[in-house]
């Protein structure tokens, strides 16, 4: 089945540790997303890319990184510099034309000790 | 700039009662209108879409018609069920930048026996 994936659906790390979430998909989809989601809250961009070996920035990139090596894969680091790095994760991807809509994965709910 | 505006939830409901959630936009140009659904502890599926003024997007029961006069995309369910229970988003593809989607905040529907 084609799909995302995204790994661990549960993840706990101490404050002050960078942390990488997976995200995976096998849609032959070429731009990917990363989202976040407070509890209550709608979703805020991270980072998008549009093709391998390219990202940008979304509307809260700071305090995260990301890296587009391989067409299917689209890892987020979290990284110590995040103030509030709590929150529920989501990964996205979507086809490189047409309406632009969006496939989900199941989301990563990080907590920070 | 472009934008999306939901009518705040929880929207509260007896089983087999009339859905509507209202949605409207933000647009400079002709954007595509999607909504998803998310269940607890999930990532979101779209529901429907439409990419054109006029056009209907229908699923499971749910349907909502693309209006360029009113810049609205409301979502309606003729006879809810408690497993329609979940936070629901509109969203559109940005026709200034379409790679992205812009979201609503989401509105939460409860369905109760």
């Known amino acids: 089945d084609g799909g995302i994936t995204q790994s661990p659906k549960y993840l706990f790390r101490k404050e002050g540790q960078n942390v990488t979430l997976s995200c995976e998909q096998n849609l032959n989809h070429d731009a990917m997303y990363w989202y976040r989601q407070d509890p209550g809250q709608g979703l805020r961009l991270i980072y998008y890319?549009?093709?391998?070996?390219?990202?940008q920035k979304g509307d809260i990139a700071e305090g995260y990184s990301v890296s587009r090596e391989k067409k299917e894969s689209f890892p987020l680091t979290v990284t110590s510099a995040q103030k509030n790095p709590t929150a529920f994760y989501l990964c996205a991807s979507s086809i490189d034309l047409g309406t632009r809509e969006q496939f989900f994965g199941p989301g990563t709910r990080l907590t920070v000790l | 700039g472009n934008s999306v505006t939901q009518m705040e939830g929880p929207v509260t409901l007896s089983e087999e009662a009339f859905l509507t959630i209202n949605c409207t936009y933000t647009?400079?140009?002709?954007?595509?209108l999607f909504w998803y659904v998310q269940y607890p502890g999930e990532g979101l599926q779209l529901l429907l879409k439409a990419t054109k003024a006029d056009d209907k997007g229908s699923n499971k029961g749910f349907e909502a018609t693309y209006r360029k006069e009113t810049t609205s995309f409301h979502l309606e369910k003729g006879s809810v069920q408690v497993s329609d229970s979940a936070v629901y988003f509109c969203a559109l593809s940005d026709p200034g930048n379409t790679d992205k989607l812009i979201f609503g905040t989401g509105t939460r529907l409860q369905v109760f026996p």
């Open positions: 890319s549009q093709i391998v070996n390219d990202f």
């Open positions: 647009a400079t140009g002709y954007p595509s």
